[in-house]
């Protein structure tokens, strides 16, 4: 599991390699030929966030900041260059969880291998392509991880229109007595 050195380590390593770039695509499908390679991982990019509105709450963003408070990281985006913050990618890394940037060596806590040759690394979330052709990749294995949207303040929940179904069946016993 990440310990908050290791966390920071993780923050500037994306910092140096993000900031000032746009992101240009995402692909938000688990790749990497993991055994749930080509599906969206809903645990882990959570609150009823569907592979669509992370795509085009993403898409065509730049990152000005890269923060950390404890062991949650984020990015900050904003809709044009040297904007105002409009949003976050907020990060948890879980036990297992970790941000890889391509060409870059992958961090140490991992308990998992990364194979420099092969991209992108085994149990891949979402990976993010920016300008420069930058690629970064979340990756996870055990999937206690979570990659979560929220506004200009990362601590509060955007809210997300998500329709359920609840269907109750309520069973009611009733008891009579007989008085004789």
Do not use: N
Not at 96 to 104: F, L, N, P
Not at 128 to 148: E, H
Not at 159 to 166: A, I, L, Q
């Amino acid at each position: 599991m990440p310990e908050l050195p290791e966390v920071e380590a993780q923050r500037r390593t994306i910092e140096e390699a993000t900031v000032g770039k746009q992101i240009t695509a995402l692909v938000a499908v688990e790749q990497g030929g993991g055994p749930r390679d080509g599906l969206f991982d809903d645990k882990v990019i959570g609150e009823g966030v569907a592979s669509e509105l992370l795509k085009s709450s993403l898409q065509k963003r730049w990152v000005i900041g890269v923060r950390r408070r404890g062991k949650q990281l984020w990015l900050e985006l904003a809709e044009a260059r040297g904007g105002a913050c409009t949003g976050c990618l907020l990060l948890h890394f879980g036990m297992t969880g970790a941000v890889i940037v391509r060409g870059v060596a992958a961090p140490l806590y991992k308990s998992f291998e990364i194979d420099d040759r092969a991209w992108p690394p085994r149990f891949t979330k979402l990976e993010i392509v920016l300008s420069g052709d930058v690629r970064l990749a979340y990756a996870d294995p055990r999937r206690f991880g979570r990659i979560l949207l929220r506004g200009a303040d990362p601590f509060t929940q955007v809210r997300v229109r998500v329709r359920v179904r609840v269907r109750v069946s309520v069973r009611v016993r009733v008891g009579v007595r007989v008085r004789v």
